[in-house]
């Protein structure tokens, strides 16, 4: 009998277990209120990294001259400023979002996946009520993976009003360049949107509750990203915790607790995010959540409840697209009796899109110097990379971990640009536990980038 699986949440964690499912035989149903996709698609992932790659471009004019390149006005004299039109940024963002979530949901269709449009929840017995236009329908599941995903934390003291005080979700409605920009967070979103807007010539000023900015990543690579942003006319406030945030007219303030104050013109808050899990049936239905309400899973997305499996950020396990990804994968993996290995978050390569990008796998050096792992460490700077030289580069830095016995890789760091693309091989490394021999003995091309993740595995070699 073929099984019924239904899916709240279109999301990564969604409909990546949607394909899954419908590729092991099972009839599968997503509910999925905002557009398959989910906010991944729609308000986070897709839409920020569309803006960084146009602050990316920026970032490399801006290095044009060095290199020797110079621009001309329509009057042939120098122009010494590129400006960015922001409203033409966001129209290809969210066009290009919408058209990503349109992709999906013609792969969904392909796979013979029902999307059904509306709001689910957990009912009796394997049950989902999905709430639609139409009225309500009851989905009978043989399983259940609730894949809700999570909402920008505001506060009452902070409260966005969608044209000056904004979450990150509404900043693609600005057809104009802010002025001056304040960021609330130093955590991966409030950095990527600080160093982003920087980049496309707007003032920025970064609230920082932390020492400081992007406390959880490696220390050494966030002192890089922190040097750099200043040097280009960032204000970074650390050790400086937000207390309200208020707009008058077209002036808002942010009030520390302190009592100091920032004016800007727009204020971003970067507050973390909290679980999509109220009103779900959560409760009724067995399903445990933690004191924040984010769904307690094991390892292959079990939650307490027979049947009903949980992933993505609704979980709170690692609040990535491609953990919510894998999530929702091995979910249906396990169900469907597939072969499955349960989720190893010290496998998953993560990036933070700054300029420089700060990519990260396996252990980090916290863990190391807290003793949890004992390991070799070598870090190379990328100034000294011939391609890097070429190309103007001069901050970054690659950074490896190896088992001091056997030399086993089991981390890494990449600060640079296109860090995210040159963590691979690291990570490779980490998911195969190669050696750093091994990982040195592979060829890379001369001149690039990747030499230096080659130089930093020969540095370990063990005589
Ligand atoms: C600004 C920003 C940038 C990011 N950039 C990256 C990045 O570069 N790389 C990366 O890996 N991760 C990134 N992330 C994290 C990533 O977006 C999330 O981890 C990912 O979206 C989680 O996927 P998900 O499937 O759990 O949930 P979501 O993508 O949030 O999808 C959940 C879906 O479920 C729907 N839903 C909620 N409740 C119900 C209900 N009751 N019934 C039906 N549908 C419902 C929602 O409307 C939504 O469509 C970023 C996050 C932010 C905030």
Same mark, same amino acid.
């Given at each position: 009998?073929?099984?019924?699986?239904?899916?709240?949440?279109?999301?990564?964690?969604?409909?990546?277990?949607a394909h899954v499912a419908a590729q092991l035989g099972a009839q599968v149903t997503v509910v999925d209120t905002?557009?398959?996709?989910?906010?991944?698609?729609?308000?986070?992932?897709?839409?920020?990294?569309?803006?960084?790659?146009?602050?990316?471009?920026?970032?490399?004019?801006?290095?044009a001259q060095e290199l020797g390149v110079n621009f001309h006005d329509h009057q042939g004299d120098a122009a010494t400023t590129i400006s960015?039109?922001?409203?033409?940024?966001?129209?290809?963002?969210?066009?290009?979002?919408?058209?990503?979530?349109t992709d999906i949901a013609a792969r969904l269709d392909r796979d013979g996946v029902r999307v059904v449009t509306g709001r689910g929840r957990l009912g009796p017995d394997l049950t989902v009520v999905a709430t639609t236009a139409d009225g309500e329908e009851t989905l009978q599941a043989d399983a259940v993976i609730v894949a809700t995903g999570a909402a920008p934390r505001t506060l009452p003291s902070a409260q966005p009003d969608g044209e000056r005080i904004l979450t990150w979700e509404q900043v693609y409605d600005l057809t104009e360049v802010p002025e001056k920009l304040v960021v609330v967070g130093s955590g991966v979103t409030g950095a990527e949107f600080a160093s982003a807007y920087l980049a496309l010539g707007i003032d920025v000023t970064l609230v920082s509750s932390r020492d400081r900015v992007l406390p959880g990543e490696d220390a050494?690579?966030?002192?890089?990203?922190?040097? #750099? !942003?200043?040097?280009?006319?960032? =204000? +970074?406030? /650390?050790?400086?915790?937000?207390?309200?945030?208020?707009?008058?007219?077209?002036?808002?303030?942010?009030?520390?607790?302190?009592?100091?104050?920032?004016?800007?013109?727009?204020?971003?808050?970067?507050?973390?995010?909290?679980?999509?899990?109220?009103?779900?049936?959560?409760?009724?239905?067995?399903?445990?959540?933690?004191?924040?309400?984010?769904?307690?899973?094991?390892r292959v997305s079990r939650t307490s409840a027979r049947g009903i499996y949980a992933a993505g950020d609704c979980t709170g396990v690692l609040m990535l697209a491609s953990v919510a990804a894998m999530q929702g994968?091995?979910?249906?993996?396990?169900?469907?009796?597939?072969? #499955? !290995?349960?989720?190893?978050?010290? =496998? +998953?390569? /993560?990036?933070?899109?700054?300029?420089?990008?700060?990519?990260?796998?396996?252990?980090?050096q916290q863990a190391v110097d807290a003793g949890e792992i004992e390991a070799e460490v070598v870090t190379l700077p990328l100034a000294g990379n011939a391609r890097a030289k070429m190309q103007g580069v001069r901050d970054g830095f690659v950074k490896l971990f190896c088992r001091p016995g056997t030399g086993i890789v089991v981390g890494g760091v990449v600060v640079g640009p296109r860090a995210s693309e040159l963590i691979h091989p690291v990570s490779v490394a980490v998911a195969e536990s190669l050696t750093a021999d091994q990982l040195a003995h592979a060829f890379t091309v001369y001149p690039s980038m990747s030499g230096s993740v080659a130089e930093a595995a020969r540095r370990l070699h063990h005589v």
């Open positions: 009998m073929t099984d019924h699986i239904v899916i709240i949440g279109g999301g990564p964690g969604g409909y990546e277990a905002d557009g398959v996709g989910g906010s991944a698609v729609l308000t986070d992932c897709v839409p920020s990294k569309t803006l960084i790659a146009t602050a990316e471009l920026m970032t490399d004019m801006s290095t960015v039109d922001l409203a033409r940024v966001n129209a290809r963002v969210k066009q290009l979002a919408a058209d990503q979530s050494d690579a966030s002192a890089v990203l922190e040097d #750099v !942003a200043t040097r280009r006319g960032m =204000k +970074v406030l /650390s050790r400086s915790r937000m207390q309200s945030v208020t707009r008058e007219g077209d002036e808002v303030t942010v009030t520390l607790t302190d009592g100091r104050t920032v004016t800007g013109s727009h204020c971003i808050l970067a507050l973390g995010s909290v679980p999509n899990t109220a009103d779900l049936g959560l409760e009724e239905a067995g399903v445990a959540v933690d004191d924040a309400g984010f769904i307690t899973v094991d994968r091995i979910a249906m993996w396990h169900f469907l009796g597939d072969a #499955v !290995a349960p989720l190893d978050l010290k =496998k +998953v390569s /993560s990036n933070v899109f700054t300029s420089p990008e700060i990519a990260t796998v396996g252990w980090s």
